[in-house]
């Protein structure tokens, strides 16, 4: 089993930056964050392998940057250049070996 918490959501200015983090409880292959905009559906946003092999969505690459601490029981992720349509609930989930996810956190970018 594994249990994720994130952190560090809030708000910011247009243009700002903000670092989510996730706690990691548990032994996990692979991660990343998705996030929900209001009135749409949960979408992918990053993601990265025990191998350390990542991938972004367009829409947040080179802007957002995804990372894990030296133990791999926090994962982080560094959003910056942030965007009024970045704004969303940001949930940290586990693909492998289970597949599971965090309650999210909040982040709202004010134009």
């Known amino acids: 089993q594994v249990r994720l918490v994130e952190s560090g959501g809030g708000l910011v200015q247009a243009g700002g930056s903000l670092t989510l983090s996730c706690t990691v409880s548990?032994?996990?292959?692979?991660m990343g964050w998705s996030r929900q905009a209001p009135g749409k559906e949960r979408e992918f946003v990053v993601s990265i392998n025990d191998d350390d092999s990542i991938m972004y969505a367009d829409s947040v690459k080179g802007r957002f940057t995804i990372s894990r601490g030296s133990t791999k029981s926090t994962l982080y992720l560094q959003m910056s250049t942030l965007k009024p349509e970045d704004t969303a609930v940001y949930f940290c989930?586990?693909?492998?070996?289970?597949?599971?996810w965090g309650q999210g956190t909040q982040v709202t970018v004010s134009s």
């Open positions: 548990g032994r996990v292959f692979e």
């Open positions: 989930r586990s693909y492998s070996p289970y597949n599971a």
